[in-house]
């Protein structure tokens, strides 16, 4: 299995590289909690379009190197940034569910875009879910470590608990199998209870308002209507109106699971964004 030292602190990330070594590229970046594999119904239709396909297990999760620290976010910006390194991506296009998106936000502000053609936010959290001046109408500070102890004090609960409103599942079209659901609540418990507090604890508090203008490239955002965990208009709508060159596509009924409740539609809007 591919892995490479991280040029940060020499952590041992895994990767998944697929497809032509020349031509387009999307490099996945995932969800809080999930590795690579979430994107298993993005990544072969993109294949279909013959582009390559490259997923980073952050720090902690998937088949990446159990560590301790390292999760404050320009350490983790600078995991991406290596991975594009190490593997010379040329012209990439960086897609980020959730927490991703503010990952690749500190990354292009951090290390330049001379690398990367585009950005996709898909459900991102950017530029952050707290109330702050710029987002009155964030999640109250203290509401986020609150929802983090009942996580410490029993993750399984945490997220099966929460994996129907992840879905969305209450609402029309989101035909998602209790099997599906069982293997992302398995998956997520594969990130490690130091990897999935410390990722909490930096959703607490991040907040790119300031550095989303920054990223003068075309930028795709796609967000449903039912998303609690970053709804859409403290999170989409702003970060659409602050990226000076978004699309902003909002799908109806979908939650923040959308890769999989709208898997179709979310591969067709990647691949048009990336070969148009």
């Known amino acids: 299995m591919p892995y490479f030292a991280s040029p940060a602190d020499g952590t ?23 590795g690579s594999e979430m994107w298993e119904f993005q990544m072969p239709r993109l ?13 902690g999760h998937g088949r990446s190197d159990d560590v301790w620290g390292g999760f404050d976010l320009d350490t983790l910006a600078d995991d991406l940034h290596g991975l594009l390194v190490h593997l010379d991506l040329r012209e990439a296009t960086l897609i980020g569910h959730s927490m991703g998106s503010v990952e690749i936000t500190r ?59 992840f879905f969305a599942v209450d609402r029309p079209g989101n035909d998602v199998s209790l099997a599906y659901r069982d293997h992302v609540v398995d998956r997520a418990l594969i990130s490690t209870p130091r990897s999935t507090a410390a990722v909490q604890a930096l959703i607490a508090v991040v907040d790119v308002t300031a550095e989303l203008p920054e990223l003068d490239l075309p930028a795709l955002v796609t967000h449903g209507t039912h998303d609690t965990s970053a709804p859409l208009e403290t999170t989409a709508r702003r970060a659409a109106r602050l990226l000076p060159g978004a699309t902003l596509k909002v799908y109806e009924h979908a939650g923040h699971g959308l890769f999989a409740t709208h898997a179709e539609q979310l591969g067709a809007d990647l691949g048009q964004f990336m070969t148009d």
Not at 47 to 59: K, N, S, T
Not at 116 to 131: C, K, W, Y
């Open 47 to 59: 294949a279909e379009e013959d582009l390559r396909r490259v997923g980073l297990d952050r720090r």
């Open 12 to 34: 041992r990330l895994h990767y998944v590289d697929h497809g032509p070594a020349d031509g387009p590229v999307a490099v996945f970046v995932n969800s809080a909690y999930l």
């Open 107 to 165: 990354c292009l502000t951090r290390h330049g875009a001379e690398r990367v053609a585009r950005v996709a936010f898909v459900a991102g959290i950017a530029p952050g879910l707290v109330r702050t001046a710029d987002n009155p109408d964030g999640v109250a500070r203290d509401a986020v470590p609150a929802a983090n102890e009942v996580c410490r004090r029993d993750r399984a609960a945490f997220f099966r608990d929460g994996v129907d409103a």
